[in-house]
């Protein structure tokens, strides 16, 4: 084993530090129990009971949730295709323009994609709200998800495929019982990652929603624009813990399952 | 072993030699481009049912794209392929009586042994009790019968080849073929596997294709090899007719060592002739079947355990030669001489080494006298 | 026929969600100038068939653009938006190298956790990795009380409201696009090609200059695009921590379009953003294909 050089140790040590005392700090205040949120004044925990007590932002939260999971969902089912074509369609007419609108909308900027969304709203007369927040949020995180299931099918064999075909599985069949259940954790997290970018959207959202579709982000958008609220800092710090536990409960089941199946390997033998 | 088609070809399994046999399968003037690429070039073969046929040759001659066609993951651009009479061009892979095994094994790593094993017969809409009944027939004919649970990452490699070829095998196909399938074996289990193989094939009676590009494994498996180079076939023969009698330079040198000793061709009678190769060198008394024209150039193929050394010019053979020997290959069950002759020529000749290598007799810079019977070697025009 | 099921599917999708709303954006950007509410004329009407066409395309002109440049409050945005994706796509490249460099030289068995600590922040909220610097960054903020305790300053720094802070704020939240692309190239890089550089005479920083930047290349584009682009149209960032004269086109954007409601305007604003961004997205996605197509 290589032990890890003095320069390479702090440049990581000052990098981590970068990227997480800022939401350390941020969870941190969010249990001061002063006003101001600079200057700690002591334990507690009641801006945390006075955000649950808030209706207008668990109202948010619920449209928020409903609108990632529709979208997700839908963008899952769509990126796949999308991917699945891309890497085994072999050539068809239109590829490059479609490659092309598949994968523009992970650099986009938000607000064209916003602008052009709602444009496109209005002049097919359609309503805003939560119906349009989805369309919009399909549409881009339908790229991410196309771009997650791409690189797995990339490295998969494709002998696997045909060996079902062989076997007298129909395209379709193979698709279903050998492809999909190879992918599924590319799938499953391209679906994370749907879900977690509407969670997180706040420029196509104000664009695209309507009085009655308040997602959370602009919500939490309109709050912290004049400056820092305590309140903002608990809900910060909720959203914050949700997505840790999350993110390390998959790297610990993933790097358990990686570890058994090494041990698993060795012991069968060449 | 005894009784293996091989072995007993000579005597009754030839049924490439009846004209009356029909073929299970018959390639016509089949050509497949890819792009300007032709990987198979206007090709006609026939292969006979419960034949083991290998198709043999270097990295890209040809041969996996023969065996795709087969089975079916490419169509042929010109030409026909028919299974048992009926063209089967048209027919998809998954309706196709013909069952792959794979180089990379392909199986499934989602799946358990036996349901790899059951895939192909689910698809057949066969009743529960049937598949059970067959899974279990495969494992035990491939000895699996305790990996049944296991997943494929949970098996040796030797394993996993034999859950691919049940697998290839539970549906009773017509034709199985197999691409490369003891490539990723080391040696020592790759020669058991092919007796293996051997065994398996003539239990169930399917006729096997086999792609490789081990010679010696085509040797050992085949009834008969098809030794292709870019996209054509140059020979097809039983493994003992192409060691023995090469129709070209090309499957001569491919298969097993040989020398090639390029000369002029003199007639000397209805089977038999001269070659004048060196300068100085007495020529080579050969004898042919084909009619060659005098002064024609020709190849001397003649290979290196055809040839004998000795420190005493031998008596009894109808060629002899004088030379010194410039290296020894020492491979355990023989040593390889590598002989200059007086004009030039490098010439080997391998010697068993049936006595312990102290006693060797001939070492380095040793003059020696090499010999061959007339009809050791083939007179090559191509 | 279900290949092309397939292929439909998502393709329509995309045509009628990603490919019209922008010919939409395109001609409304060519109408005139009219508050809020459309229809905005010319309005097109193919009832009267080639004529209806011609009339319509006859009442398009470029004068929303013709006011853009005589307002130079555009042509600044313009000029400042390219200038701070420019710097801070370099800042993260500069802050983000020695990080991915360190993860990719770190023991095995590290990188993992390393990874997931990259790849964390990646799925937190955008929006309150922002905020939280306003509380850092502010007159009473952390930093100043920091520095003040420390005795490194005497007055409190103004940093909040200026550019500063949205080049940090840019930075902090496009580091792990800009590392994760890197991590990826420089982790493929085999250790043996730098032992033969410094094995025919390299030192250890020309080896890294000749082997390592080099065979990363890759990463350093994709991850620059990754941060360059999007904050090209950045808006969350410089309406946070910008002040009032941080000028960046995404921010004047969406002003035209919600506080001003000028509709067209902000269109035209939008096409040409996206014209200045075309080339890029182009050669963004070009690399993407490469990499995907070196990896079959």
């Known amino acids: 084993m290589r032990r890890i050089s003095w320069f390479n140790a702090t440049s990581l040590t000052l990098g981590f530090a970068f990227l997480y005392l800022p939401m350390i700090v941020l969870i941190v205040y969010s249990f001061n129990s002063n006003k101001l949120v600079t200057v700690w004044a002591g334990f507690s925990t009641k801006w945390y009971g006075e955000l649950f007590h808030n209706e207008a932002f668990l109202d948010a939260a619920w449209v928020t949730l409903r609108v990632a999971v529709v979208s997700s969902t839908l963008a899952t089912v769509l990126g796949t295709a999308a991917a699945y074509v891309l890497v085994r369609g072999g050539r068809f007419f239109g590829r490059t323009l479609f490659s092309g609108m598949l994968y523009a909308p992970l650099v986009m900027p938000d607000v064209i994609l916003g602008l052009s969304l709602l444009l496109l709203f209005i002049s097919v007369g359609l309503d805003r709200g939560m119906l349009t927040i989805i369309l919009a949020h399909t549409t881009f995180s339908m790229a991410y998800v196309a771009v997650v299931v791409t690189s797995r099918l990339v490295a998969f064999d494709r002998s696997l495929e045909e060996a079902a075909l062989d076997l007298g599985c129909t395209r379709w069949d193979a698709f279903k019982s050998v492809t999909l259940p190879i992918i599924a954790p590319a799938v499953i997290s391209g679906w994370l990652l749907g879900f977690t970018l509407s969670l997180d959207d706040l420029v196509i959202a104000s664009f695209t929603s309507g009085p009655s579709s308040t997602t959370l982000p602009i919500k939490i958008f309109s709050a912290v624009r004049l400056g820092v609220s305590p309140e903002i800092n608990a809900l910060s710090a909720i959203l914050i813990a949700i997505v840790t536990v999350g993110v390390i409960t998959t790297s610990l089941v993933s790097k358990r399952a990686i570890t058994k199946r090494q041990r698993e390997e060795n012991r069968a033998g060449p | 072993m005894a009784d293996h088609p091989r072995t007993s070809s000579q005597t009754e399994f030839a049924p490439w030699t009846d004209p009356q046999a029909k073929p299970l399968i018959e390639f016509r003037g089949v050509t497949k481009r890819f792009g300007d690429f032709t990987a198979i070039d206007d090709l006609t073969l026939d292969i006979f049912e419960r034949e083991f046929f290998a198709l043999l040759g270097p990295s890209g001659c040809g041969k996996t794209t023969l065996m795709r066609m087969l089975a079916g993951f490419e169509n042929p651009t010109e030409g026909e392929i028919r299974l048992s009479g009926q063209s089967i061009v048209e027919v998809p892979p998954n309706l196709r009586p013909v069952n792959m095994m794979f180089q990379s094994y392909a199986l499934f790593p989602h799946l358990s042994v036996w349901d790899n094993i059951a895939f192909g017969l689910k698809r057949d809409r066969k009743s529960r009790d049937e598949i059970a009944a067959r899974v279990e027939e495969m494992l035990r004919l491939t000895r699996l019968d305790q990996f049944a649970r296991r997943k494929p990452h949970q098996i040796s490699g030797g394993q996993r080849q034999r859950v691919a070829l049940a697998r290839s095998l539970a549906k009773a196909p017509k034709l199985l073929l197999l691409d490369e399938p003891l490539g990723a074996l080391d040696r020592k289990l790759r020669e058991d596997t092919q007796f293996e193989l051997m065994d398996i094939q003539e239990k169930t009676g399917t006729t096997f294709v086999i792609v490789t590009h081990d010679q010696e494994e085509a040797m050992t498996v085949a009834s008969r090899i098809a030794v292709m180079d870019h996209g054509k076939v140059k020979q097809v023969d039983t493994p003992a007719r192409v060691y023995e009698v090469p129709n070209s330079v090309y499957v001569a040198d491919f298969i097993g060592d040989v020398n090639l000793i390029e000369g002029r061709f003199t007639p000397t009678g209805p089977d038999r002739g001269e070659i004048t190769y060196g300068a100085g060198e007495p020529p080579i008394l050969a004898e042919t079947t084909e009619q060659i024209a005098e002064g024609q150039t020709v190849t001397y193929a003649i290979r290196p355990e055809k040839i004998r050394v000795s420190a005493e010019r031998p008596e009894d053979r109808s060629n002899v030669a004088f030379g010194k020997i410039i290296d020894i290959g020492y491979l355990g069950n023989v040593s390889t001489y590598h002989v200059e002759l007086a004009g030039g020529q490098m010439v080997k000749a391998a010697m068993t080494n049936a006595t312990r290598v102290e006693r060797r007799d001939f070492t380095w810079d040793d003059e020696v006298w090499l010999s061959w019977r007339a009809s050791a070697g083939v007179v090559l025009t191509q | ?296």
């Open chain 3, 1 to 296: 026929m279900r290949r092309a099921a397939l292929i439909a599917l998502p393709y329509m999708w995309l045509l009628a969600l990603f490919f019209v709303p922008f010919l939409i954006v395109a001609k409304i950007s060519l109408s005139d100038i009219a508050l809020a509410i459309p229809p905005y004329t010319p309005t097109l009407d193919l009832s009267r068939g080639w004529a209806g066409l011609r009339d319509w395309a006859a009442g398009l002109d470029f004068e929303n653009f013709v006011f853009l440049t005589t307002d130079d409050l555009y042509w600044k945005a313009y000029l400042s938006s390219l200038k701070i994706a420019l710097l801070s796509t370099f800042l993260t490249l500069v802050v983000g190298y020695p990080i991915a460099y360190g993860m990719s030289r770190a023991p095995t068995e590290w990188r993992p956790t390393l990874l997931m600590l990259v790849i964390l922040p990646f799925w937190t909220s955008f929006l309150i990795r922002v905020y939280s610097w306003k509380a850092i960054l502010a007159q009473e903020g952390f930093l100043n009380q920091l520095l003040l305790g420390l005795g490194i300053i005497s007055e409190p720094l103004t940093i909040l409201n200026t550019n500063t802070a949205v080049y940090i704020g840019i930075v902090y939240t496009y580091l792990p696009f800009m590392v994760l692309p890197l991590y990826a190239a420089l982790e493929k890089l085999d250790d043996s090609l730098l032992e033969a550089a410094e094995d025919l005479g390299c030192s250890r920083m020309k080896a890294f200059w000749l082997i390592t930047v080099p065979l990363s290349k890759q990463g350093i584009i994709a991850g620059s695009f990754l941060v360059f682009i999007p904050v090209m149209g950045e808006f969350v960032i410089p309406s946070l921590l910008g002040g009032s004269r941080t000028l960046m086109i995404g921010k004047v954007l969406w002003e035209e379009f919600f506080s001003n409601r000028d509709w067209p305007v902000a269109s035209a604003v939008a096409i040409i953003l996206l014209a200045i961004l075309i080339i890029p997205i182009v050669l963004f996605i070009k690399n993407e294909e490469k990499q995907w197509e070196s990896d079959i």
